[in-house]
């Protein structure tokens, strides 16, 4: 399984002010928390459910 080696740079580039509580949740599960901040993390389909339910805050590239 090749996929499992692929990661995905994920970097937030707005607050979670304004969002609801699980969004901000989901945010520090994916390791984020302010503006700038960034994690790499495995892409697996939990991962890409947290991202897509926080999609309109974060920016992700491919690693």
């Known amino acids: 399984m090749a996929d499992s080696k692929k990661t ?3 970097v937030q580039v707005k ?6 509580e ?4 989901t945010l520090r ?8 901040s960034s994690n790499d993390l495995p892409d697996n389909p939990a991962i890409r459910g947290q991202i897509f339910k926080v ?3 974060v920016e992700v590239t491919e690693a």
Not at 15 to 20: L, Q
Not at 22 to 25: D, E, K, L, S
Not at 29 to 36: D, F, K, P, S
């Open 8 to 10: 995905l740079h994920v």
């Open 15 to 20: 607050s979670y002010i304004g969002y609801a």
């Open 22 to 25: 699980t969004q901000r949740r």
């Open 29 to 36: 599960a994916l390791g984020l928390g302010r503006i700038g």
């Open 55 to 57: 999609k309109h805050l």
